[in-house]
Nanobody, 117 residues
């Protein structure tokens, strides 16, 4: 079974930085896509960033220029570097892996990010 474990969430001041980590239970070469989504209280879970095996990245418009997704294949890790954090970035951040034919989504349990003004 695929397991994803997020870490790095914290409470920070606006303008600060944070790096989230996602540890996968198996080689991330197994996954077509990995990424980060977030869900604020009372809102739907939305895309933050994704990365493919070939390192093609995609970002939500709201985080472009501030966040960067990356991967470390040797350690089965995916990261989300978050800079210039804003209060509206406050949410639970979830790691996603997409694998298999047909594709199936696997989710971590989330890590809380809180940005105060």
């Amino acid at each position: 079974q695929v397991q994803l474990v997020e870490s790095g969430g914290d409470s920070v001041q606006a303008g600060g930085s944070l790096r989230l980590s996602c540890a996968a239970s198996e080689s991330i070469f197994s996954f077509n896509i990995m990424g980060w989504y977030r869900q604020a209280p009372g809102k739907q879970r939305d895309l933050v960033a994704t990365i493919t095996r070939s390192s093609i990245t995609n970002y939500a418009d709201s985080v472009k220029g501030r966040f960067a997704i990356s991967r470390d294949n040797a350690q089965n890790m995916v990261y989300l570097q978050m800079n210039s954090l804003k209060p509206e970035d406050t949410a639970v951040y979830y790691c996603l892996a997409v694998a298999g034919i047909p594709p199936r989504n696997y989710w971590g349990r989330g890590t809380q990010v809180t940005v105060s003004s």
